[in-house]
């Protein structure tokens, strides 16, 4: 017993004082905490909230597990003898992204001047303010924004020289005039931060605005269905598919949205089913509110939905036809850049869009830290108490935010990205972002080499199996 070790002054095989200040010399080395790594502190509570609350835990941002392979394990391998860079500061790298180019099915196709893209994030998650700034933040650079569940907002549709219109499958706001007047459309079969289920905006957004669009009664929860009513597979997906050209006229393309689960069978069903454009969220997408258990452990991560996706539109022979937008964590040019190596086609960003324009900024910092959060951790989207402004439907908060200073900060974030990519893409010899390919990367680890089938660094061959 090791108390009675230390207690027993009479004993001359004991130690006089412990190695460790406060641990009792003889007492286990686990003395202060038990060190569980099953029943961490972390663990335990999560018990205990729950057996209070007596229900899952909800909250916003993004996933926290830990586990994840992410893109950082993969580092670009530029142009040195085998290959010759482009001239950083003389030579133009092509960043023009074309989404939906299907003569026949699609008249207008998106033209942007980068591959990078604001992500769908409704009104209701997001205060009108923030989406008229992410309008005007994307169009300053050519870029384009879409409107999220909950229909379209007549600021947002201003403001956003590009606007792709979402359609949920809870309809809600659905409107056949909205639909005509956006330059594309998509249909969401679900995101990546909460795959399987449909939307959830808590009740303190509920706001008598949001509520009056979404036909709802006010600060109650509003949990969306996940299931389109009129398709149930890809049959029905197909007439669907044919209504929606010819709702538009055959002017926009069509885009499915999706979260990355089998992403090598879901994508191909998309493509084949007729979509121009497929969207796919990684599991680190992220979300306005979701259970925090499927942020942590639903859908797989981005860095191996790339390749997934990529062989299967190759697999039903749509590779040219049908384009792929990767999202979910993309945090700026260097994740950008990569998943272009690994084959998307362009690249949607909703979280770094937010922070850029003031998300977690050091601001109103006795209001984070009522939150009990402060600037740099905050991730409490769920409770509409978003001290910027940005996740609010809140007036006095709402109005915190500067829309010009906003849509100035998210296109020069936009501005920045764009210019990072081009930088890795001319030190590898590109004179187009869309030129750079799976060559370009080497993985760090076994695992990257495994998802991606990029070649290991100095092995130079991929893992495998
Ligand atoms: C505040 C917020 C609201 C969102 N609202 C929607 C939505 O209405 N519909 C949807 O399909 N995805 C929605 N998303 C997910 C984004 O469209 C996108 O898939 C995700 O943000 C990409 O991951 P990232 O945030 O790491 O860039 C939302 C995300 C955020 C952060
Ligand atoms: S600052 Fe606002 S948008 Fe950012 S994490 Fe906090 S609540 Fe969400």
Redesign the pocket.
Same mark, same amino acid.
């Given at each position: 017993m090791a108390d009675d070790l230390t207690l027993d002054h009479d004993d001359p095989a004991a130690f006089v004082a412990g190695s460790v200040p406060g641990r009792p010399a003889g007492a286990a080395a686990s003395y202060e905490s038990g060190d569980s790594p099953r029943w961490t502190p972390h663990a335990i509570a999560d018990v205990q909230a729950k057996a209070q609350l007596g229900r899952y835990q909800v909250r916003g941002f993004?996933t926290f597990q830990r586990n994840l392979p992410t893109l950082d394990d993969l580092v670009f391998v530029p142009a040195t003898m085998t290959r010759l860079p482009l001239e950083g500061y003389r030579e133009d790298c092509d960043t023009r992204t074309v989404l939906g180019d299907r003569p026949g099915l699609v008249e207008n196709p998106i033209e942007l001047d980068t591959p990078v893209y604001i992500?769908?994030?409704?009104f209701g998650?997001?205060s009108a303010t923030a989406k008229a700034a992410l309008g005007h933040g994307a169009s300053r650079v050519g870029s384009m924004t879409c409107t999220?569940?909950g229909g379209m907002l007549e600021d947002e549709r201003e403001a956003s020289d590009v606007l792709v219109y979402?359609m949920?499958p809870s309809r809600y706001m659905l409107d056949l005039d909205h639909l005509r007047r956006a330059d594309a459309i998509e249909i969401?079969v679900g995101?990546?931060?909460k795959p399987g289920t449909g939307?959830l905006l808590l009740g303190m957004k509920v706001s008598q605005r949001v509520a009056d669009m979404r036909t709802l009664p006010v600060e109650v929860d509003q949990r969306s269905t996940v299931r389109h009513p009129d398709f149930l597979g890809a049959d029905d997906l197909r007439v669907k598919i044919e209504e929606l050209r010819e709702a538009v006229d055959y002017r926009v393309p069509i885009f499915a949205?999706m979260g990355a689960t089998r992403p090598r069978y879901d994508v191909a069903i998309a493509a084949k089913a007729g979509v121009d454009v497929i969207v796919l969220?990684g599991m680190?997408? !992220? @979300?306005?509110a979701a259970p925090e258990l499927l942020l942590d452990h639903t859908g797989i991560p981005t860095i191996a939905a790339i390749r997934a996706a990529r062989e299967a539109l190759e697999d039903c022979g749509m590779a040219d036809e049908v384009k792929l937008v990767v999202?979910?964590?993309?945090r700026g040019g260097v994740d950008a850049a990569k998943a272009l190596a690994l084959g998307a086609d362009a690249v949607?960003? !909703? @979280?770094?869009a937010?922070i850029a324009m003031g998300c977690n900024s050091p601001c109103f910092v006795e209001d984070y830290e009522a939150m009990g959060t402060a600037p740099g951790r905050c991730h409490h989207?769920h409770t509409g108490l978003c001290p910027v402004g940005i996740?609010t439907q809140d007036p006095e908060l709402e109005a915190r935010l500067d829309v010009d200073a906003a849509a100035e900060r998210v296109a020069r974030f936009l501005t920045a990205t764009t210019m990072e990519i081009s930088l890795l893409a001319k030190a590898c010899g590109k004179s187009s972002v869309h030129n750079l390919e799976p060559e370009d990367l080497r993985a760090l680890t076994l695992e990257a080499a495994a998802f991606t089938g990029v070649d290991l660094a100095g092995i130079d061959r991929p893992f495998d199996w």
């Open positions: 993004s992500a769908s994030m409704s998650a997001l999220g569940e979402q949920t969401a995101q990546g931060a939307g949205k969220d680190e997408g !992220g @979300t306005n999202a979910g964590g993309i949607m960003i !909703g @979280t770094a937010l989207c996740q």
